[in-house]
């Protein structure tokens, strides 16, 4: 973590370079804002700590230079007493927060975390949505969380082996996306075939996964190439292996040891070459032992086997992950990209979302098209316990909401909003402070 700080008081820029090293902060500390400018880079990954009042340019110069470089470069102004009106131009102008002098070091590292987490969000979405641009077909893996980067490695590893693979994992972990990052990753330049297991009847199962000759039952009319050997050259995809039939089990348990197929209603033994890639919900070993599943299919299936997080394992990612479905769903619908507060995504980070990566996906579509009615979604808050709001949660959310709707109603005009409030003008800029919010902005 990265952070340049300005500062023109010899003894204060010192004590607040400590104070940011000891939290854990690399400090590129400079004396006016003609020096700063020389670190300043579009791709710095870090925050920027600037003082308003310098010799020479002023930190609000520095800012607008900021801006111009990259709107989305977190900067923090730190202001001296009676200069509130400056902080409030310089939020406007778009400065990411500001700092009233004296302040204690607590107060500082708390808002360079914030900010330097804001500043990671958008650098992984410029990351995402390059690696998008440049290959549209292949999926992502969204996170920075230590399971999900342990799973980009192993993914980066496993993928041109050419082993087949079990994914286990809960419905909505996101199996099918590492599959086809696998394929994606690998050498194989055949189809990526996927096949749903539980919603294929097993009446037609057979015919799917094999093809038919015409004339093999009554409708086949013509020859049909099955999945199996569509993915020749490629990867099958077994979603839901669990649910196969036996009898199927069996007749694929033969296609993967001699690598041939026979159609159905054919006697032409077809040779086929494609990597399965299987996934399942249910514990596969403990089924062969209740005889559901046939054991040696469960062997030769799972050479390599990759487990994946649920998302309430991966709580540190749903920041990232709603920022990146919510700008998608913005962008497809024709919408502005929602905000949502600190304490909202404090929510929504504490939820239990069984229907893990997809429930959030969903709910960051609703998100986008205005209609996410509750702070977060009631599925998830009602597997939480306690996950109901104390009276002191309830009250601070009732006031954020009053103060946000009346700086809408006022375009952002601090002190009309305070005049309607009926509050101080200095109690106003202290809840703006307390709830995140800044003028100008709905939040």
Known sequence: MQAILVEDEAPLRLATSQT???????????????????????AFDGVIVSDVRLPGRSGLDLLAQVVALDAELPVIMVTGHGDVSMAVGAM???????????????????????????????????????????????????GRSDAIERLKVLVRNIAPAGVDILIN????????????????????????VAINCGALPESVFESEMFGHEAGA??????????????ANGGTLFLDEIESMPMALQVKLLRVLQERQLERLGGNEAIAVNFRIIAASKADLLELSGEGRFREDLYYRIGVAAIDLPRLNERRDDIPLLLAHFTQDAAQRYGRPVPQWSAEQMSQWQAADWPGNVRELRNFAERLALGIASTPAPASAAAQVPGAALSLPQQLDAYE??????????????????????????KTLYDKLKKYQLAPGRKM
């Open 92 to 142: 406007r102008a778009g400065a990411y927060d500001f700092i009233e002098k004296p302040f204690g070091a607590e107060r500082l590292l708390d808002a360079v975390r914030r900010a330097q987490e804001r500043r990671s969000l958008v650098l992984e979405n410029r990351r995402l949505k390059t690696a998008w641009a440049l290959h549209p077909d292949t999926p992502q893996l969204v």
């Open 400 to 425: 954020r909401e009053l103060i946000a709707h009346a700086l809408d109603t006022v375009d952002g005009n601090v002190s009309t909003a305070a005049d309607q409030l009926g509050v101080p003008r």
């Open 217 to 230: 039952f009554t409708g086949a009319h013509k020859r049909r190439i099955g999945k199996l050997e569509y």
């Open 20 to 42: 940011l090293e000891l939290g854990g902060f690399t400090v590129s500390a400079f004396a006016s804002a003609e020096e700063a400018q020389t670190a300043l880079d579009a």
């Open 169 to 192: 994992g809960q419905t909505g972990t996101g199996k099918e996306v590492v599959a086809r990052l696998i394929h994606a990753a690998s050498a194989r330049k055949g189809n990526f």
